[in-house]
Structure formats: C-alpha cells, structure tokens
C-alpha cells in the first residue's frame, strides 16, 4: 500500500548538485515513526545509506557524506528531497528512497544517476 517514487534527473554534470525527490502515496510523512531515508548502490558495489528525515523533520546523515548531503521535505506535496552537492563520478550510482516504520521496510524502485561531463 506505500509506494515511493524517486524522480529527477538521470544526468549530472561534475561539480553540481543532485537533486532527487521522492513522492510518497499511501503514507503521510509526519505520521509518528515514520523515517524517510535516502540509499544508494554504486555499480559494483554494496547499498550505503545516505541519510533519513524523520517524521519530526530531524535529519541524520551518514558521517561519509554529510558534509555534502541535505535531505528535506515538502509536507503539502507529500514529498521528501536529497540534494548531493560538489558530485564526481563517484557518485554515480542508483538511487533509492525508501520508509521505514517498525520492523517495516518499504522501497522505491530506485533511479539510475549518471556524473558525467
């Protein structure tokens, strides 16, 4: 019944941001317990979370990234954003939004983000 769908653009050039936005249906982004979370998977390589927004609006960051990431919300449009700013190659990658509520886990189906000039 949750579905989430990630969005934007699928070609970013070095040295900008990236910016994703995830749409959520069939869950309210404030509803307590709710934490939205950002993950990536680089080719070849394992999952690394990027960081979540909890239902209160706080956020947490990995450690690895925080220094470039901000994770946000629009509560009117049911939505959840990444921005990933000074991109290199390195973080081409797909992208996932997913939910967390409990011992529930829910994906979306993730979007393919290419750093190239």
């Known amino acids: 019944q949750v579905q989430l769908q990630e969005s934007g653009p699928g070609l970013v050039k070095p040295s900008q941001t990236l910016s994703l936005t995830c749409t959520v249906s069939g869950a309210t982004i404030t509803t307590n317990y709710n934490y939205w979370t950002w993950i990536r998977q680089p080719p070849g390589k394992g999952l690394e979370r990027i960081g979540s927004?909890?239902?209160?609006?706080?956020?947490y960051y990995s450690p690895s990234l925080e220094s470039r990431t901000s994770i946000s919300r629009d509560t009117s449009k049911n939505q959840f954003t990444l921005q990933l700013s000074s991109v290199t190659p390195e973080d081409t990658a797909v992208y996932y939004c997913?939910?967390?509520?409990?011992?529930?886990?829910?994906w979306g189906q993730g979007t393919q983000v290419t750093v190239s000039s």
């Open positions: 927004i909890g239902y209160s609006g706080s956020t």
């Open positions: 997913a939910r967390s509520y409990y011992n529930n886990f829910d």
